[in-house]
Each structure stands twice: as structure tokens, then as C-alpha cells.
């Protein structure tokens, strides 16, 4: 079992940097693949970023390519996700989530088996 914790949320303005962490407990968690997600009012749910066990692969989805960094910390039990030059469209209620399946990082909300409670991050124009 993995419980995670997101912080680091909050209102910024456009241009403006975020950072968000994730604090894990649990056994396995240095073998899961974690992720970021986010979901805008009446919108689905979408993938962020998304980085397997060693650190060595990351995968991030378009709209935030070249803007955000997804780094963890094994001995911490932590996911980070540094936000930069934030856009109005960024705004979202972010989450963490843990993929304990071995393969590959995947990017559907539905192949993840862990889930944080989000933080909210708004960008004003």
C-alpha cells in the first residue's frame, strides 16, 4: 500500500514558477513508476509527466514539454514536478499518482493503483 501527500500548490501569475512535491510512504515505492496529473474544471482528467523507478526515463505530455521537470528521490520517498514559465491554461487541481506494474510508463489515469488527494495550482493572466 502507498499513501501519497501533494503540496506546494497555489496562485501565481503567468511566466511564474511552481513547484509541487509528493511525499510517499510505503514498502515498494522505489520500484513504481510515479506520475503527475491534473484536471481543469469540466475536463477530464490528464497526464502531466511521468518518471519510472531509476529516475532514467521520463515521459511528459506535449503541452508541457520544455516547461516542466518530474525528478524523484528514493531515499526521501519523493516526486517532484517543477513548474515553469506557467500558463492561464496550466490551471488545474494537480495530483501524484503510483504505478506499481513494472513495464513501461504509461499515461492513462486508469493504469495507475495510487492516487493523492491534489493540490490546487492557478495561473492569473
Known amino acids: 500500500q502507498v499513501q501519497l501527500v501533494e503540496s506546494g500548490g497555489g496562485l501565481v501569475q503567468a511566466g511564474d514558477s511552481l513547484r509541487l512535491s509528493c511525499a510517499a510512504s510505503?514498502?515498494?515505492?522505489?520500484?513504481?513508476?510515479l506520475g503527475w496529473f491534473r484536471q481543469a474544471p469540466g475536463k477530464e482528467r490528464e497526464f502531466v509527466a511521468a518518471i519510472r523507478w531509476s529516475g532514467a526515463n521520463t515521459v511528459y505530455s506535449d503541452s508541457v514539454k520544455g516547461r516542466f521537470t518530474i525528478s524523484r528521490d528514493n531515499v526521501k520517498n519523493t516526486v517532484t514536478l517543477q513548474m515553469n514559465s506557467l500558463k492561464p491554461e496550466d490551471t488545474a487541481f494537480y495530483y501524484c499518482?503510483?504505478?506499481?506494474?513494472?513495464?513501461?510508463?504509461?499515461?492513462?489515469?486508469?493504469?495507475?493503483?495510487?492516487w493523492g488527494q491534489g493540490t490546487q495550482v492557478t495561473v492569473s493572466s
Open positions: 510505503g514498502r515498494a515505492f522505489s520500484y513504481y513508476t
Open positions: 499518482a503510483a504505478d506499481r506494474d513494472l513495464g513501461g510508463i504509461k499515461q492513462g489515469p486508469g493504469e495507475y493503483d495510487y
